[in-house]
C-alpha cells in the first residue's frame, strides 16, 4: 500500500500558487519525499524530492513539516500546462531491486483560466 | 537525465496472443523497472530488472505471464503473454539515475485486448 494520503482533486486559478498536501505520517527516518506528475497520456515526471530540508527547483518548491509528517507542492504561478496527476512518495533512494516506489492516486490538478 | 523510448506507442492486440514492449534508453543504467497502469488508475509496479539478474516480480505478477528480458544496460522487453481484456493497460518502462535519486519514465505502450 501506498504510504501516503492525498486529496484526489484540486483546482487552481491560472496565475495563483497552486499548493498541494500530502501526509505521510509514517515516514521513518531514512526516506526521502518526492514528487511526480503525470500529464494526460505521458508518463511521470520528477519535481522534487527532500528529506528534511525544504527545497527549490526551478518547477517548484516543496515545504517538509519539523516532524516529517507532511509536506506540501508549491507551484508558485500555476499555468494551464500544470494541469496534471500529481504523486507525493516516500522511498529510500534505490539501491537494490527491493526499494520499491510506490505508486498511490495521487492529486488530480485542474488549472482553470 | 535520461531518454527513453518504447515500441510500439500502442496496440490493438486479439485475446490469446502475445505482444512484446520494447524499452531503450540512451545511457547505461543498472536498474530498469516496469509498471501497468489501467484506465483511470495510479501505477503499479510489475517487476524490476536488473542486467544479469532474473527480474524480480511484485506480489500478483508472475514470469509466465509477463516474461522480461535485459540483455544489456541499455534496452529490456517485457512480454505480455496470453492477452484477455482485463490486460489492457499502458505499459511504462522507468530507469534509476546513476545516482539513484531520480526515476525517469519511458512514453508508455498503449495496449489494447479486444
Known amino acids: 500500500d501506498a504510504k501516503t494520503t492525498q486529496p484526489p482533486s484540486m483546482d487552481c486559478a491560472e496565475g495563483r500558487a497552486a499548493n498541494l498536501p500530502c501526509n505521510h505520517s509514517?515516514?521513518?527516518?531514512?526516506?526521502?519525499v518526492y514528487w511526480y506528475r503525470q500529464i494526460h497520456s505521458q508518463g511521470p515526471q520528477y519535481i522534487i524530492h527532500?528529506?528534511?530540508n525544504n527545497e527549490t527547483n526551478e518547477m517548484a518548491s516543496l515545504i517538509i513539516t519539523e516532524d516529517r509528517k507532511s509536506s506540501t507542492l508549491i507551484l508558485p504561478h500555476a499555468t494551464l500546462r500544470d494541469t496534471a496527476v500529481y504523486y507525493c512518495?516516500?522511498?529510500?533512494?534505490?539501491?537494490?531491486?527491493?526499494?520499491?516506489?510506490?505508486f498511490g492516486p495521487g492529486t488530480s490538478l485542474s488549472v482553470i483560466p | 537525465s535520461a531518454v527513453i523510448s518504447q515500441k510500439p506507442s500502442r496496440d490493438i492486440c486479439q485475446r490469446g496472443t502475445s505482444l512484446t514492449i520494447q524499452c531503450q534508453v540512451d545511457?547505461?543504467?543498472?536498474?530498469m523497472f516496469w509498471y501497468r497502469q489501467q484506465p483511470g488508475q495510479s501505477l503499479t509496479l510489475i517487476a524490476t530488472a536488473n542486467q544479469g539478474s532474473e527480474a524480480t516480480y511484485e506480489s500478483g505478477f508472475v514470469i509466465d505471464k509477463f516474461p522480461i528480458s535485459r540483455p544489456n544496460l541499455t534496452f529490456s522487453t517485457l512480454t505480455v503473454s496470453n492477452m484477455s481484456p482485463e490486460d489492457s493497460s499502458i505499459y511504462l518502462c522507468?530507469?534509476?539515475?546513476?545516482?539513484?535519486?531520480?526515476?525517469?519514465f519511458g512514453p508508455g505502450t498503449r495496449l489494447t485486448v479486444l
Open positions: 509514517t515516514i521513518s527516518g531514512n526516506e526521502y
Open positions: 545511457s547505461q543504467v543498472t536498474m
Open positions: 527532500g528529506l528534511k
Open positions: 522507468s530507469v534509476a539515475s546513476d545516482s539513484y535519486n531520480e526515476q525517469f
Open positions: 512518495i516516500v522511498r529510500v533512494t534505490i539501491k537494490t531491486s527491493y526499494d520499491k516506489v510506490i
